[in-house]
């Protein structure tokens, strides 16, 4: 006897939906970072992300070599030190004489 999953339509649709607002929102960080130069705080006020949310992001960019923490300072918004981070490789010094090490 073949038993068969019955999956509730609705679950698949909130996986979806799920998926793209994590997409939205790597997105949205990643095109603020290139034109701003903000510590994850300034970049959760600014587009209106939670911070747990920037955090991961961060990581997950920091991974595949597009985000760089540029200098730690007192961020603007909460007057603690944290790292200012850019996604935009103009803005990182010495990037692209690393580039031409290789």
């Not at 799920?18 to 095109?31: A, P, R, S, V």
């Not at 006020?45 to 911070?51: D, E, H, L, M, V």
């Amino acid at each position: 006897m073949v038993k068969t999953l019955k999956t509730p339509s609705n679950s698949l649709h909130k996986r979806q939906v799920k998926d793209n607002t994590h997409l939205n929102q790597l997105q949205t960080i990643f095109e603020y970072l290139k034109k701003n130069i903000a510590t994850a705080s300034m970049v959760s006020n600014a587009t209106k992300i939670p911070q747990k949310n920037i955090c991961r992001y961060k990581r997950d960019l920091e991974q595949a070599g597009r985000l760089w923490e540029l200098y730690k300072d007192n961020c603007k918004l909460t007057g603690f030190k944290a790292w200012f981070l850019t996604t935009d490789p103009d803005k990182v010094p010495d990037f692209n004489k690393q580039l031409n090490l290789f």
